[in-house]
Structure formats: C-alpha cells, structure tokens
C-alpha cells in the first residue's frame, strides 16, 4: 500500500510498506523504517516493542472478558424472570464484543514481530493508564449518538482556528470526530490525525474507506433494561475524505520533521498525557515553525502524582510562554461530556480552548520516556525516593500481616497483636485493618 508523497514529506523516517503489513512479513529489532500496520504508518522509534505491548493488552482485554462471560453463564444458571433476561442479553452481547474488538484488531495479531528480547525493552509502551477500552465511549460519541455533542465541541474550537491552516496535525484525535470535523470546515491543506490507540485508529479507517462494522457499547447506567448492551452498526462514510491520514504516534516523541505543520491541535489530550506539562510544550514546540499556531481544547485536570505538575490555567500560560508559546486568545465554557441517550447519567465539563502562536524555537528533549531511565536502564542506581521508602515500609507491615493469618485470627485481635509489639495504638490500628480488608472485597 502506497502513501501520497506530500504525506511522506512530512516524515523523519522514510515508510516501509512491506516491511510489517499484512504479509506475515517480520519486522526486525534493525528496522529503520516506519511500518505499516493494517496500512496505518507505526511512527514510533521503536515499533516492535509497542506492537508486542499492544498484543499483550490484546490478549490480556480477551482474558478478562473470557473471565467475565464465564462468570455471566454462572449467574444465568440461577437468574429468575427480568434478571435472566438481563443476564441473557449480557452474556451474548459480551460474547458479541469480544468477537467484534478481535475482528478490528485483526491488523495487530496478523503482524509477526521478531519477539526474542524484544518484550524486555520498555521503551515506546503506552502507559499503563492506558488500554484497548481507554475511552472507548468516544467512539459511540463520534459517530452514533453525539451529534449535538460534536456540533457544540466543534463550533467552540473553530473559533479558535487561524485563518489559513496550512498543514494541520490532531495529537491524540481519539475517534477522530473532531478532526475530521475541522478538516471539512476549515479546508488545510493536509489533515494529519495521530493517535497511540489502535482501537480508534483501526475503526476510523474502516469507516474512511466506507466499510460498515457491528461495534456493541455497554452504557456504564443503562436507563432501561433494552439499554445493557447496545448493538451499533458504525456506518463507514459515503464519500471518499482527500488529504485526511491516520498515523500511530505518541505526541511526545514527533515523528515528523520539525516544523512540518502550521496549526497544530491538542484536544482532551495535555492533562492526561504522562509527561511533566514543560516537558511536552518542548516536544510539542517541534511540530511547529516561528509564527505556527497551537490550538488546545479541553479539561485541565492533571494526570500527574505530583502536586507541583498540576498546574492552574495561569501557570500553564506562563509555561507556555517559556516554550516559546504568546497565548493570544482563550476562553471557557461548559459542555456537556458523553451524553448518552442510552445512560442516565452524563457530566458537564468545565472546558478551555486557546490559540498560541509560537515565537521562539526551544530544543527538545532527546530522548522523552515514560519510565524513569533507571527502569529503562537495569544497570542504573534506583533513587531512595520517599515514595519508595514508604512503599517499602507499607509492604513489610503487608508481609507480617499476612504471614499472621492463621484462619483463627479476628481483625481486633490482629490489632491488638501488632500493637504490642510495635507500641502503636491498636484503636487506631484496628480502624486501618477494617479499611484495608474493606477494599479487598
């Protein structure tokens, strides 16, 4: 399969479109091309390594719904009147489900990966926030029951937009509504839509090239017991979509060549990606030349441990602005957030959108990771970090408490045990231990 030119161009790599298709064809640790998976370009430097962690979430999202229709078919057994019938419907529809991710990841288990060694090397995995059904509800969002939802998502964000777009990249696009969206009403030159989830990726291409696929969406409050499994026939488009590509890609590690876009757009996307906020507007800077504009729309609700990364919208102004960024224009509003006609529940959200303009090159940093070096590298020194330390004292309280348990043992007795003999007090201990085997019901 052949990629335009003017697509190609954009590229640090060069594409390998034999070398990881659907040919059965491996792809080798010394690889130096991007592959293509289920013709959709892998733009990681090291592809091998994600598509074996991509496998492995595979396998490990059919074992869990394996566990789950196992345990449906129990309750089956000695379900009565509407919960049989509820039960019914949940167990075929889970069987459904498991066929239909399968059959959409079919580009992903039908690749061969040289995998001697290779699952050892960490790099390039997507973070373990992140699985097949991360977000999975924005599929249905975008293309079955959210219209009203797009339509007020979209007008908000082309407000923000720069009159000429030029060449316009969508890191971390999802299922894509919003891209594509901006890309009719805006006419850039070139739409490139990136995302790290192969579940998005493969159902918007099915739907780009106008094939049809059954999806089944599980409603997390269904309002009615017709609403437990909701079987979706996702509609692929009916007219061919010009200068729209879908890429792989983590947007902290820019695959392409710096300053190959003109407008670039972050929606949902700078909270919940795994690095330090300065760190990413350094990787971010390299998708743009001086005088490109950054377009960003979302929550600002920091995926980070530490207090210090979670920033206000006035420190994400001035971080900006150490990475090169004037801010120009911003706003908030409220919209509403996966409002579905099939769940009794849905949220508003407090949003923000704002357009930069970058006014200064700021070097990236050369190798952006999501584990810390010394995970990455065996031979290096793990730091004594607090958070360690107390980790290590919680696992050795653990490692007593459990080498305690004798099948004779009540909770106040172990709390008064413990007590004794570290002098704490066992009041206070016993409340902790009621806590603690609380959560593990």
């Not at 959709?40 to 496998?55: A, F, M, Y």
């Not at 990841?105 to 992140?130: F, H, K, S």
């Not at 360690?388 to 045990?417: N, P």
Request: contains cysteine.
């Amino acid at each position: 399969m052949s990629l335009p030119t003017e697509f190609v161009e954009l590229l640090r790599c060069p594409v390998e479109g034999q070398a990881l298709s659907l040919n059965g064809d491996q792809l080798s640790a010394a690889s130096t091309h991007y592959p293509l998976v289920g013709g959709i370009p892998w733009l990681l430097p090291h592809p091998r390594n994600s598509l074996l962690d991509w496998g492995a979430k595979l396998n490990h999202f059919q074992q869990v719904l394996l566990q789950e229709v196992s345990e449906l078919d129990l309750q089956l057994q000695s379900a009565k009147g509407a919960v049989h019938d509820r039960i019914e419907c949940l167990l075929a529809a889970k069987r459904d489900f498991l066929l239909e991710i399968t059959t959409l990841l079919e580009p992903l288990t039908r690749t061969q990966v040289a995998a001697e060694g290779a699952y050892n090397a960490l790099r390039d995995r997507a973070p373990t926030t992140q699985n097949l059904l991360s977000y999975e509800s924005n599929i249905y969002r975008d293309w079955q029951w959210g219209e009203e939802e797009n339509r007020l998502c979209h007008d908000f964000v082309r407000d923000f937009m720069p009159e000429d777009v030029g060449r316009f990249a969508v890191l971390g696009a999802g299922a894509c509504r919003l891209a594509l969206d901006l890309h009719q009403s805006c006419a850039p030159e070139r739409t490139v839509a990136t995302d790290i989830n192969p579940l998005f990726l493969f159902a918007v291409n099915k739907l780009l090239r106008g094939e049809s696929f059954f999806l089944t969406e599980f409603p997390l409050h269904p309002k009615l017991i017709d609403y437990v499994a909701i079987k979706h026939q996702m509609a692929g488009l009916s007219e061919r979509l010009d200068n729209f590509h879908l890429c792989f890609a983590d947007a902290a590690k820019p695959a392409f060549a710096k300053g190959a876009f003109n407008t670039v757009l972050t929606p949902w996307l700078i909270d919940i990606q795994p690095h330090a906020f300065g760190v990413f507007l350094r990787q971010l800077s390299q998708y743009l030349p001086v005088g490109g504009h950054w377009v960003n729309f979302g929550s600002l609700v920091f995926n980070q441990r530490r207090e210090s990364l979670c920033y206000s919208v006035e420190e994400v102004v001035e971080l900006a602005a150490e990475a090169g960024f004037e801010v120009e224009m911003m706003t908030q509003t409220e919209l509403p957030y996966l409002k579905s006609p099939y769940s009794a529940g849905y949220r508003m959200e407090n949003v923000w959108a704002w357009r930069a303009t970058k006014r200064e090159d700021i070097a990236a940093v050369v190798d952006v990771e999501v584990l810390p070096e010394w995970v990455l590298d065996t031979h290096k020194p793990i730091p004594l970090s607090q958070s360690l330390q107390t980790l290590g004292v919680q696992h050795q309280f653990l490692a007593r408490l459990y080498a305690a348990l004798d099948g004779k043992h009540s909770i106040h007795s172990l709390a008064e045990h413990f007590a004794r003999a570290d002098g704490s007090d066992a009041a206070e201990l016993e409340h902790l231990l009621v806590t603690y085997f609380q959560r593990q019901q």
